[in-house]
């Protein structure tokens, strides 16, 4: 009879300690909860800290101060340490026994959320991810968690710019177009994002139609089927609405070996008066216009000021007939009129003997600047081993590839390339996104070395 009495007891206890282990861990699984405190052999306290690690012995420490307060009223039983470590109040037994008793704890001593040393619990901060979005006259700076979704930037942004998300559309993803529920984590997003917005279903207002006019054909790609006729080649050459004239005509040079002050045009719009005009404003016809090129028949008729230096004729009419074709048997037109290359050359993409690598490479980005416009991959300034380091040696998730371009001015479809393939909008995002860029100019032999 004793034994099962005693049995009974601790079965009562062992319920008091599993609702409070409960209580205090959150667990609401009975079986796993009995299956750590079994692990700790039914101590409550030592179960509570397998479960949630403390700081500082915050545990420890509450209970032995409550435990040296109950052993000066005499020891505690089993079931009345229990009882104590969750903060309840321990019947009393017997009249001594009330009269002995400390007062119980107001208070929880293992549960955060009662009492007032709870535990702090130091999580992994979220990554946070930049997006700068471009919506016609406007850009907007947004900073998310990488757990948020597409369609919550959509509501951020029809906050910020008063656009239905029913009537948006959200474009840049390099993975393609995206649906709203997607979790911005799947998309592997690098750290610092541009993206811009599209609304067809919404008409620009009356104030800001006309620069949204003109900002639409600046980004516009024009295609150009331009006829040579002494060679009865045509060619199709695509370019932005923001490239002049002039740019056009001096690609044409590269491929035509007409110099530009040579060249004899059909096809351009009466409005079409100025070499420095755009494309896009220039009126020519969207999204094909053609036109048609040929060599001067006289030098006499070449005396227009397309080109950026002036044109000097040294000799005599009877003489330029034979000098007229000299080009085409590899004379240079300014050593044939005993012209400096500092008149009518480019300058150079990169000085000759450089010390500082650095200051080469600012030269070569400012240069390249002037010659195809702002729109182009960032170069990164520094030594090659630099650039290396940069991408391949950084933290994991900012790693990225490394792009290599070598320039020569001596190539006649280096111009070509540069305008038509690098300055891409596509290209350039590509590249900003995915690469650390590197260039250097080989046209001098001493910067090969």
């Known amino acids: 009879m004793a034994s099962s009495s005693e049995s009974g007891d601790s079965n009562m206890d ?52 409550e435990a040296s307060q109950a052993s000066m009223y005499g020891p505690p039983s089993q079931s009345e340490a229990a009882d104590a470590a969750a903060g309840g109040a321990v019947p009393p037994t017997s009249s001594s026994s009330s009269s002995s008793s400390p007062p119980s704890s107001s208070t929880s001593a293992f549960c955060p959320s009662n009492s007032s040393s709870s535990r702090h619990i130091v999580e992994r901060q979220p ?54 529920s997607t979790v911005m984590r799947s998309l592997h997003l690098p750290k610092n994002n541009s993206l811009y917005v599209l609304t067809p279903d919404i008409a620009p207002t009356a104030s800001t139609s006309k620069n949204s006019a003109l900002q639409e054909s600046l980004n516009q790609n024009f295609l150009l089927v331009i006829s040579h006729r002494e060679a009865q080649r045509d060619y199709s050459l695509n370019f932005p609405g923001s490239r002049t004239i002039q740019e056009v005509k001096r690609n044409v040079s590269d491929l035509t070996n007409i110099p530009v002050r040579h060249q004899q045009w059909e096809g351009w719009p009466a409005s079409a008066t100025d070499d420095s005009m755009t494309l896009a404003v220039s009126g020519i016809s969207y999204p094909c216009h053609h036109l048609s090129v040929c060599r001067r028949s006289s030098p006499a008729n070449s005396q227009e000021p397309t080109e950026e230096c002036a044109d000097v004729h040294m000799v005599s009419d009877s003489e330029g007939d034979d000098f007229e074709d000299a080009s085409e048997f590899g004379v240079d037109d300014s050593e044939m009129f005993g012209m400096g290359s500092s008149t009518c050359r480019k300058s150079p993409m990169m000085p000759e003997n450089s010390e500082n690598e650095a200051d080469a490479l600012l030269h070569f980005t400012a240069e390249f600047s002037s010659r195809y416009g702002e729109t182009h991959p960032m170069f990164y300034i520094g030594t090659l081993e630099a650039a290396s380091q940069e991408a391949f040696y950084g933290k994991a998730r900012d790693r990225k590839l490394l792009a290599i371009y070598l320039h020569n001015d001596d190539s006649v479809l280096s111009n070509v390339f540069c305008s038509q393939m690098m300055c891409a909008d596509s290209i350039v995002s590509y590249l900003s996104q995915n690469f650390i860029t590197w260039a250097w100019d080989v046209t001098k032999e001493v910067n090969k070395a």
């Not at 959150?26 to 079986?31: K, L, P, Q, R, T």
């Not at 968690?145 to 951020?156: L, Y």
Request: aromatic share 6%; proline share 2%; with cysteine.
């Open 14 to 65: 062992r319920e008091m300690i599993l609702a409070d282990f409960q209580a205090c861990t959150g667990i609401d699984n009975i079986a796993e909860a009995i299956t750590l405190l079994e692990l700790n052999n039914w101590d409550l306290v030592a179960a509570i800290n397998g479960v949630i690690p403390q700081e500082n012995g915050i545990l420890q420490s509450n209970f032995s101060s």
């Open 127 to 180: 990554r946070m991810l930049n997006f700068r979005v471009e919506y016609r006259q406007r850009t907007v700076e947004l900073v998310l968690e990488e757990g948020s979704t597409v369609g919550e930037i959509k509501q951020i942004l029809e906050t910020e710019l008063g656009v239905p998300v029913s009537k948006m559309q959200l474009k840049g993803w390099k993975s393609g177009d995206v649906s709203d």
